[in-house]
């Protein structure tokens, strides 16, 4: 129960007309005279407004902290404890404005570790069924294709409209240990374009094709098919360079690449020119049977890929099989 500041010890000699009187006094006067009459312990009193003789007092404090919170004085019946007060209820504070509840635009996941222990690191963004898996810089001296997935990452971020139905995983750098070291192949020397299982073959064309010791050896290409068995993408797209093409393999495929061309006019083919064992494209079209693109960008800017692809990598986002 909230009581009324009673006057400091000084005052409560004095009647209360005489307490407002000097206390004006004191307004006027000066306070520095005054306090340095008070002993240092004595608690600061505050300037107390002029009170008529016989008004109740309002406990000044209070009511210069919180003004909502000025106690209300009730009338009590004789005989009642005078000093009760009862405080004025505080209005409830007013509703904070609801802000719908949205999943996380993009979530960031960790689905394995290069050979050097560096992450491989996804990005999930959009929670629809139209599932479509993104890679780039599969060979780590192919900068640009990290370059053109990160692009598209941020414009999928500013443009939240493309996602409607959509799960969209992108990996920019599938081989971070080659782009590190800027090279082709992996920490262990393995091209991991030739290393996935269903048509892979232990045959070293050159060393920068080496297939490594078996299929699925290296911990970039597991990390890769964990992924793609987790979300099951219906397309898959995997950014390369320098060819300037779109590579297919399989029916679906084929619908895929004709769908991009009408945006980015690449040639396509189903048959890059040589033989490709134990490649994503293989594993994707022959094993899961999935729609997969290898997207050949040509020497160009990252810029101008970008540009040239945005269209072609949206349309291929939105189609459904
Ligand atoms: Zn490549």
Redesign the pocket.
């Known amino acids: 129960m909230l009581r009324p500041n009673k006057p400091p010890p000084l005052f409560r000699a004095f009647p209360s007309f005489l307490v407002a009187t000097c206390s004006f006094t004191i307004g006027v006067c000066g306070v520095a005279k005054v306090g340095m009459a008070i002993p240092d312990t004595t608690p600061t009193v505050a300037p107390t407004p002029f009170t008529a003789p016989g008004a109740p007092a309002v406990p000044d404090a209070v009511s210069k902290a919180n003004p909502a919170a000025t106690p209300e004085i009730v009338p009590t019946e004789p005989g009642s404890d005078a000093e009760e007060i009862t405080p004025t209820p505080t209005p409830p504070p007013k509703p904070l404005k609801v802000i719908p509840k949205v999943a996380p635009l993009e979530r960031q996941e960790i689905f394995g570790h290069s050979v050097k222990g560096r992450p491989l690191l996804a990005y999930v963004l959009g929670e629809g069924t139209n599932v479509t898996v993104i890679f780039g810089a599969?060979?780590g001296n192919?900068t640009n294709?990290a370059s053109v997935v990160e692009r598209l990452r941020e414009y999928l971020k500013q443009h939240p409209e493309t996602l409607a139905g959509c799960r969209i995983i992108l990996v920019p750098k599938v081989n971070p240990d080659g782009l590190a070291m800027q090279q082709?192949v992996n920490a262990h020397g393995v091209d991991l374009?030739r290393n996935f299982p269903g048509s892979w073959q232990p045959r070293v064309r050159r060393m920068r094709y080496s297939p490594g010791p078996r299929a699925a050896s290296e911990p970039e290409t597991q990390g890769v098919m964990q992924l793609l068995k987790k979300y099951k993408p219906g397309k898959v797209v995997s950014i390369?360079?320098p060819f300037h093409t779109m590579n297919w393999t399989g029916e679906r495929s084929r619908t895929l690449a004709f769908i991009m061309q009408q945006y980015n006019k690449y040639p396509t083919t189903d048959n890059i020119g040589y033989p490709t064992p134990g490649s994503l494209g293989n594993y994707c079209g022959r094993v899961l049977q999935i729609a997969i693109i290898t997207l050949e960008l040509p020497i160009e800017s990252a810029s101008l890929s970008w540009q040239a692809n945005r269209e072609a990598l949206l349309a291929a986002i939105a189609h459904r099989f």
């Open positions: 599969f060979h192919e294709t082709r374009n390369h360079s």
